[in-house]
Structures are given as structure tokens and as C-alpha cells.
């Protein structure tokens, strides 16, 4: 069951970036805005996990400076979700055939 909010401790695990990566991001994508309350606990919502799996993407696959994140993701939104989709499919992909080698060779 998907949760509603999610702490910046839960969102770090599961995306496995550290929570001050997770704080400098929100100051620098204007499209990440996680909900906080009184005390200013962050509370992350699903699209905001969208967000930064987009980012990761931006940066890590495509090797884009923050600069040039920060203007693909404001620009052309759909084509980045369309990439990021499309190379986890095809990171799945590779490790079921790396599985089935593996298989094959015993």
C-alpha cells in the first residue's frame, strides 16, 4: 500500500541519496516543494518522489550539470518522463537476462 507522506529518512532509503542531497535539491529545483509542518519536518508526497527520481535521472544518467536539470526538467517535461521510463525498463531488462545467463551456466 502506497503511503500518503513520507519522511526525508524513508525517501533517502528508497532512493538511496542522502537526506542533505535531498535538502540541497529542494533549495535548488523549484519543482520540489515537500510539505512541512510546525516544526518544519519535510513530508514528501509521491510526485515529489517523482521529481527527484527525474532529477537523479537528469544528473547521474544523463550527466547534466544542476544547471542543465533545472532547465530539461522545466522545459520538457514529458520527454524526460519518457526517458526515465524507458531506461528503467531497460535497467529490468538487463538484470533478467544477466539472471537468465546466470541460469544458463549452471
Avoid: C
Amino acid at each position: 500500500m502506497e503511503k500518503l507522506y513520507y519522511s526525508i529518512s524513508e525517501v533517502s532509503e528508497i532512493l538511496g541519496v542522502s537526506q542533505s542531497n535531498l535538502r540541497f535539491w529542494e533549495k535548488e529545483f523549484k519543482q520540489l516543494k515537500p510539505k512541512r509542518n510546525a516544526k518544519g519536518t519535510r513530508f514528501y508526497t509521491q510526485d515529489d518522489i517523482d521529481v527527484l527520481k527525474k532529477i537523479m535521472f537528469l544528473v547521474n544518467d544523463q550527466r547534466l550539470t544542476l544547471e542543465g536539470a533545472k532547465r530539461r526538467l522545466g522545459q520538457q517535461r514529458d520527454v524526460v518522463q519518457k526517458q526515465q521510463a524507458l531506461s528503467d525498463r531497460l535497467r529490468k531488462i538487463r538484470a533478467e537476462l544477466k539472471a537468465l545467463a546466470a541460469e544458463l551456466n549452471h
